[in-house]
């Protein structure tokens, strides 16, 4: 076995990270995984999470939590309603949505980031995970590598991978090449207790989500676990939007200005959002990895997820694509067909990169038409409505 006797360490516990752990503990492979945040219990930004059935649900399965999955999934969360900015309908699924249909490659169940990195968690051997580790460098060292930490601990491991997302430290190791900016920004914005404190939009949303289209600029909207509501304005912007418009993201009454001020078109029924949000607005520019990008693969280190092939969230891919790659890098690195760790990640990183690049490619071309004029159009018709 490739991995017999050797020590491999994860940087980053996101989905991707946590089920390559997983997946490669049911092999019997020493594994830790250096993560970041202070503890388990450390809040998960971002949206739920829908996954597909040929990828991160399938790496679901080959890591035996199904059924754990099946337990914490949100029923439902998956429903659209798609709105223009006077916040006027056009598309509805809540009468017809299908709670539960798995098996159906159509059927993409939404689960939260928090319950689902619940489940990976506690699916791991103790102490597999090394809380509080920000790591900081690297250096060869005998046939692997010495990895430094912020907290001034240092560890050796014979292999790394690398999963610490969009702005990896450990990616320029491998390759110089960088993500490019797509022209998007998406403002950032989650309200504790929705159904207190925007009973309006949360009445309306019902569980699911909302996509609101308008003149190049969107709101999309999702309900997370736990009754807190997760949105975006979403919109397009100059590459250097977030150094040089004068917002204080903390302050909610100058944001909601500022809104008025740029979505003038939309109605004042979204005002609740911006007015009831419980943390600072937080800026996503866009970004994505070229479509062509290659490197030569390296003998005892590789990347997976955010940090191989960041791409925009249009297609709802990204965190599948990183779970498929756990997946399939766990079937390389634990395959008796090679002689070398080498020419597994080899291997393993042609399939990633062409499958990635595909992935991509559909949530450039969504993102574009979701930021059009014609969004509203465009995206129903997607939806079955002429």
């Known amino acids: 076995m490739l991995l017999e006797n050797k020590q491999v360490a994860i940087i980053g516990g996101g989905p991707g990270g946590l089920t390559l752990a997983r997946l490669l503990q049911l092999q019997n492979i020493n594994v830790k995984v250096y993560e970041r945040d202070l503890n388990k219990d450390a809040r998960v930004q971002g949206s739920p999470l829908d996954l597909h059935e040929g990828s991160g649900l399938a790496a679901i399965h080959k890591a035996h939590l199904f059924q754990e999955f099946k337990n914490n999934f949100l029923p439902g969360a998956d429903k659209t309603l798609i709105l223009n900015e006077k916040a006027e309908m056009f598309f509805s699924d809540h009468e017809t949505n299908v709670h539960e249909d798995f098996g159906n490659e159509y059927f993409r169940p939404e689960i939260d980031r928090g319950a689902l990195r619940k489940i990976l968690l506690e699916s791991l051997r103790p102490e597999t995970v090394i809380w509080n580790s920000h790591f900081v460098s690297m250096k060869a060292q005998n046939e692997g ?74 709101i999309l909207l999702g309900q997370k676990g736990g009754g807190d509501l997760g949105f975006y304005l979403s919109f397009k912007a100059d590459k250097n939007w977030t150094s040089t418009n004068g917002l204080d993201y903390a302050d909610k009454a100058q944001i909601l200005e500022w809104f008025k001020s740029e979505y003038p078109e939309w109605s004042s029924k979204w005002y609740e959002l911006l007015e009831n949000v419980s943390t600072s607005f937080i800026p996503r520019p866009i970004y994505c990895m070229p479509l062509d990008q290659t490197w030569k693969a390296l003998p005892n280190l590789t990347m997976i997820g955010d940090a191989a092939h960041v791409m925009p969230p249009f297609a709802g891919e990204g965190a599948n694509m990183a779970m498929l790659d756990a997946l399939e890098l766990s079937e390389y690195l634990t395959s008796d067909k090679y002689k070398t760790v080498q020419e597994a990640i080899s291997d393993f990183e042609i399939i990633m990169r062409e499958r990635a690049s595909k992935a991509a490619m559909e949530s450039l071309e969504n993102g574009e038409k979701m930021h059009s004029k014609e969004a509203l159009k465009t995206m129903l018709t997607f939806f079955g409505r002429p």
Do not use: C, H
Not at 159 to 181: H, L, M
């Open 145 to 218: 590598w010495l990895l430094y930490f912020k907290e001034g601990n240092s560890v050796y491991a014979d292999i790394v991978i690398a999963s610490d997302g969009a702005n990896s430290k450990i990616r320029p190791y491998i390759t110089d090449i960088k993500a490019f900016y797509t022209g998007i920004l998406m403002l950032e914005g989650t309200i504790y207790e929705s159904e207190k404190n925007a009973p309006n939009i949360t009445s309306l949303i019902d569980g699911g989500k909302i996509m609101a289209f308008g003149d190049n600029q969107n």
